[in-house]
């Protein structure tokens, strides 16, 4: 059949549909008998206005909810949760925080202090219908999962804090200790130089930062080899967000939550929890272990080989502890350490 032909008995069909349309097709799909599946993906409203992009991956009985670092940082760096909970038969959620990644982005700069991020996590819980559930906090978002869990530990059945100090003052104390292992005198006396003169954006300044103290303490991985969902992360952060809460990077707290302490609060955590910490981290694991004693139901343990991103530097010591304890307070079987 030539091709004219072929073009005119298309026409003609559609024209004849568009005469005789089907009685028994609706204008918009009837979707009220099933679920419509998103591959795991919702969101959530906050404040009675803002969207908040949530993920859930794998099915189980244990139900994780994950709080990323930052501030300012999307989820994606915590993808590698992936490749070991849900074989484990445990349920989590991402979601990325307020003004980051999938979420809206509001301009709002008062937006960004501890105590509405607490209120952000309870209505993302309250939006997955999640109780009894677990949180698993990273850096920032065990800064995070402290303050929630002081409002609300009710809600939850476990936590498990990981790479995160109970202090600033403490963390920045242990920061400098790290500038002076890891960069010569001249380094210092450079670096500290660009950073009075806020040169941040300087090719020399985040050389330095780099290749003598992110190589070391934030991912041991060598820098070329580093895992494509942490690139991934960094090139998608929110900077305003990141300086205006913490400070131009994790070596100089400079925003508003720089005088932020929560040692004396230790003690009211009745939830079980796991103080998971790294021998090379940027958080002195002495403090880490401190945490852990003042908590009165808790495990702590130090990955032998891990820094900051344990959770890739040092895969197997981190989720076989992380794994272990969900399953261990799931199943009543939990012991704290010795006080």
Request: aromatic content about 12%; overall charge neutral.
């Amino acid at each position: 059949m030539k091709p004219h032909v072929l073009l005119l008995s298309a026409a003609l069909c559609f024209a004849a549909c568009k005469q005789n349309p089907s009685t028994n097709t609706p204008s918009t799909a009837d979707t009220s008998s099933h679920e419509v599946k998103t591959g795991g993906s919702k969101l959530i409203k906050v404040d009675g206005k803002y969207n908040i992009y949530t993920k859930k991956v794998g099915d189980g009985k244990i139900k994780v909810l994950l709080l990323n670092g930052g501030p300012g940082l999307p989820h994606d760096y915590m993808e590698c949760f992936e490749d070991f909970l849900p074989k484990a038969g445990i349920e989590f959620y991402y979601y990325d925080q307020l003004g980051c990644g999938n979420s809206d982005t509001p301009k709002d700069t008062t937006l960004w202090i501890v105590p509405r991020y607490v209120e952000e996590v309870e209505q993302v819980r309250k939006g997955l219908g999640l109780d009894s559930f677990y949180i698993v906090g990273h850096s920032w978002g065990s800064m995070l999962a402290m303050e929630y869990l002081h409002k609300y530990q009710s809600h939850v059945k476990g936590a498990v804090l990981s790479d995160m100090t109970a202090g600033v003052k403490e963390y920045v104390a242990y920061a400098e200790q790290l500038k002076k292992k890891y960069f010569t005198p001249r380094d210092i006396v450079v670096f500290d130089s660009l950073s009075r003169l806020k040169k941040y954006d300087s090719e020399q300044y985040n050389t330095l930062l780099m290749t003598k103290l992110y190589a070391n303490v934030l991912c041991r991985i060598p820098l070329e080899k580093w895992p494509e969902p942490l690139l991934r992360t960094f090139k998608k952060m929110n900077q305003p967000i990141y300086m205006q809460m913490q400070g131009p990077d994790e070596f100089q707290i400079t925003g508003n939550f720089k005088n932020w302490e929560f040692w004396s609060r230790l003690p009211d955590i009745k939830t079980p929890i796991l103080v998971l910490g790294a021998k090379y981290d940027e958080m002195n694991p002495e403090d880490l272990k401190r945490e852990g004693k003042l908590l009165p139901n808790s495990r702590t343990y130090i990955c032998p080989n891990g820094s900051h991103m344990a959770m890739y530097d040092d895969q197997q010591h981190y989720f076989g502890n992380l794994i272990a304890f969900l399953k261990d307070v799931d199943a009543g079987s939990f012991k704290p350490d010795a006080k």
